[in-house]
């Protein structure tokens, strides 16, 4: 069973940058990946996903700012998020998408605080 590990987050100034990562047990070439997140109080919203063939798809609240990027090969996946901002504070998971087929992992923390 595929096992996704998150990690990256932190605390960071708004207008800051953070790289997250997600590694996959397996390799996940044959699936359409993406990143959600969920805020305190708010459902998991899918905010990044890019197909097998390498087209990306942003959420309009990240569109400019954050960018995901795969390396199938190491069975990574990245989320380059720039200039965040306090509405972007939220535990990160990634997943297949747009259709979460695996276990969620533990996620990881990303606060956008002064």
């Known amino acids: 069973q595929v096992q996704l590990v998150e990690s990256g987050g932190g605390l960071v100034q708004p207008g800051g940058t953070l790289r997250l990562s997600c590694v996959a047990s397996?390799?996940?070439?044959?699936?359409?990946m993406g990143w959600y997140r969920q805020a305190p109080g708010k459902r998991r919203e899918l905010v990044a996903r890019q197909t097998t063939a390498g087209i990306s798809t942003l959420d309009n609240s990240v569109k400019g700012r954050f960018a995901i990027v795969r390396e199938d090969a190491k069975n990574t996946m990245y989320l380059q998020m720039n200039g965040l901002k306090p509405e972007d504070t939220a535990v990160y998971y990634c997943n297949s998408a747009p259709m979460s087929i695996f276990p969620w992992g533990q996620g990881t923390q990303v606060t956008v605080s002064t």
């Open positions: 397996t390799n996940f070439e044959r699936y359409n």
